[in-house]
C-alpha cells in the first residue's frame, strides 16, 4: 500500500517548515487515497482544501495509501509549508498555528466535500520534529478488519465496517495458519506487486480473536504493507477457517510465492487503518533513512525459516 512518493521540500532546506497531519476518514464514497484523474480520492481533497488555505499547490506525503473503501481512524501525512504561511495561520490572532490549521483545514474539507461533509476529519496538525516523514518515519502501521461469520447474529448497523461471510469460521485454525508467516519474508503470494516496489516485509502480528457480540476481530501490524496485502491475508485464513485449506496452507504460498486463482482478497469496506507508529523524535531521520534503503530478505528467510 506504500509507494515512492514523489519529492517534496525538506526542511530546513529553502525556509521550509514541515506539518504532521493526523486524519481519520470514511473510506467508503472515495477511490482511495491518492490522487486519480477524475476520481474522488481522500488525497485529492485534502489537497484541494489546504490549496484553498494557503493559496497554492500542496502535495502530501502519507504513511501508507489505503485502497478504495478502505477507512482510517490513525492515517498520518506531512507538507511543508514556509515559515511565514505557518505563522499567517494564525490571522492576526494569538493562537497556536496547529490548532488555527486544524480547524480551518476542517473547515475547509466541508466545503470542498459539500454533502459528504464528514467523511474526512483532520482529528490534528503539528509542527514535526526535524527529519520526520509520514511514510518513512513509521516503524509500524496497524490495521483492524471485521469478520461476521454464519453463526453470529448480523447487525445490520455494522454492515458498513463488517463482512458477512457465508460459512463458520474457525478462529483457532486461522491464527494456528497465520503464526508462520510472522517475520521478515517476501509476501509476493499476498500482495498484487508494483512495478520497482519490493515485496519484503516484516510482518509482526497477524491474529484472529472472538468478540463479546461473536464477531471475529482481526489484527494486522507490520513496518509496511505491500499493495492488497492485508486484504489478500484476510482472504486467505478465511479459506483455512472455514475449512477449504489446511492450516500449513498459507505457509506453503509465502515460501512459493504462490499467486492463483485461490488468491482472493477479501473485501475492502471492513479494513480500517487503525495507527501509525513512530520513533522518538530524535530518532525520526536515523529511522526515515533506514527505511529508504531498499528491503532484501535474508537467504533464511527467503526459504521459509
Given at each position: 500500500?506504500?509507494?515512492?512518493?514523489?519529492?517534496?521540500?525538506?526542511?530546513?532546506?529553502?525556509?521550509?517548515?514541515?506539518?504532521?497531519?493526523?486524519?481519520?476518514?470514511?473510506?467508503?464514497?472515495?477511490?482511495?487515497?491518492?490522487?486519480?484523474?477524475?476520481?474522488?480520492?481522500?488525497?485529492?481533497?485534502?489537497?484541494?482544501?489546504?490549496?484553498?488555505?494557503?493559496?497554492?499547490?500542496?502535495?502530501?506525503?502519507?504513511?501508507?495509501?489505503?485502497?478504495?473503501?478502505?477507512?482510517?481512524?490513525?492515517?498520518?501525512?506531512?507538507?511543508?509549508?514556509?515559515?511565514?504561511?505557518?505563522?499567517?495561520?494564525?490571522?492576526?490572532?494569538?493562537?497556536?498555528?496547529?490548532?488555527?490549521?486544524?480547524?480551518?483545514?476542517?473547515?475547509?474539507?466541508?466545503?470542498?466535500?459539500?454533502?459528504?461533509?464528514?467523511?474526512?476529519?483532520?482529528?490534528?496538525?503539528?509542527?514535526?520534529?526535524?527529519?520526520?516523514?509520514?511514510?518513512?518515519?513509521?516503524?509500524?502501521?496497524?490495521?483492524?478488519?471485521?469478520?461476521?461469520?454464519?453463526?453470529?447474529?448480523?447487525?445490520?448497523?455494522?454492515?458498513?465496517?463488517?463482512?458477512?461471510?457465508?460459512?463458520?469460521?474457525?478462529?483457532?485454525?486461522?491464527?494456528?495458519?497465520?503464526?508462520?508467516?510472522?517475520?521478515?519474508?517476501?509476501f509476493r503470494?499476498?500482495?498484487?506487486?508494483?512495478?520497482?516496489?519490493?515485496?519484503?516485509?516484516?510482518?509482526?502480528?497477524?491474529?484472529?480473536?472472538?468478540?463479546?457480540?461473536?464477531?471475529?476481530?482481526?489484527?494486522?501490524?507490520?513496518?509496511?504493507?505491500?499493495?492488497?496485502?492485508?486484504?489478500?491475508?484476510?482472504?486467505?485464513?478465511?479459506?483455512?477457517?472455514?475449512?477449504?485449506?489446511?492450516?500449513?496452507?498459507?505457509?506453503?504460498r509465502l515460501?512459493?510465492?504462490?499467486r492463483d486463482?485461490?488468491?482472493?482478497?477479501?473485501?475492502?469496506?471492513?479494513?480500517?487503518?487503525?495507527?501509525?507508529?513512530?520513533?522518538?523524535?530524535?530518532?525520526?531521520?536515523?529511522?526515515?533513512?533506514?527505511?529508504?534503503?531498499?528491503?532484501?530478505?535474508?537467504?533464511?528467510?527467503?526459504?521459509?525459516?
Amino acid at each position: 500500500m506504500n509507494e515512492q512518493e514523489p519529492a517534496v521540500p525538506t526542511p530546513g532546506g529553502g525556509g521550509f517548515l514541515r506539518v504532521r497531519l493526523d486524519i481519520a476518514y470514511d473510506g467508503g464514497p472515495f477511490s482511495g487515497w491518492a490522487v486519480q484523474p477524475g476520481r474522488l480520492t481522500v488525497q485529492g481533497v485534502l489537497e484541494e482544501s489546504l490549496a484553498l488555505l494557503l493559496r497554492r499547490p500542496v502535495r502530501l506525503t502519507v504513511a501508507g495509501r489505503t485502497d478504495a473503501g478502505v477507512h482510517a481512524r490513525g492515517q498520518v501525512a506531512h507538507l511543508d509549508v514556509t515559515p511565514g504561511e505557518w505563522e499567517g495561520l494564525r490571522r492576526g490572532h494569538d493562537v497556536d498555528p496547529a490548532v488555527s490549521l486544524r480547524r480551518r483545514l476542517n473547515g475547509a474539507l466541508g466545503r470542498v466535500l459539500g454533502a459528504l461533509h464528514g467523511t474526512v476529519e483532520v482529528a490534528a496538525a503539528s509542527k514535526a520534529p526535524d527529519g520526520f516523514d509520514a511514510r518513512f518515519s513509521a516503524l509500524w502501521r496497524r490495521y483492524s478488519y471485521r469478520i461476521a461469520d454464519a453463526s453470529v447474529r448480523r447487525d445490520p448497523l455494522q454492515r458498513a465496517v463488517t463482512l458477512w461471510h457465508n460459512h463458520e469460521l474457525d478462529e483457532a485454525l486461522m491464527n494456528q495458519a497465520a503464526r508462520p508467516l510472522l517475520g521478515l519474508a517476501d509476501f509476493r503470494a499476498f500482495a498484487k506487486p508494483r512495478e520497482g516496489s519490493t515485496t519484503v516485509r516484516t510482518l509482526q502480528r497477524l491474529d484472529f480473536e472472538r468478540g463479546p457480540d461473536g464477531v471475529i476481530n482481526v489484527n494486522v501490524q507490520a513496518d509496511a504493507f505491500c499493495h492488497n496485502m492485508v486484504r489478500a491475508l484476510a482472504g486467505a485464513a478465511m479459506r483455512v477457517g472455514d475449512g477449504r485449506e489446511h492450516p500449513g496452507w498459507m505457509h506453503q504460498r509465502l515460501v512459493a510465492g504462490i499467486r492463483d486463482a485461490k488468491s482472493v482478497l477479501a473485501a475492502p469496506h471492513p479494513l480500517i487503518l487503525e495507527e501509525v507508529h513512530y520513533p522518538d523524535d530524535s530518532l525520526m531521520l536515523e529511522r526515515a533513512e533506514l527505511t529508504r534503503a531498499r528491503r532484501s530478505v535474508p537467504e533464511a528467510a527467503d526459504k521459509g525459516c
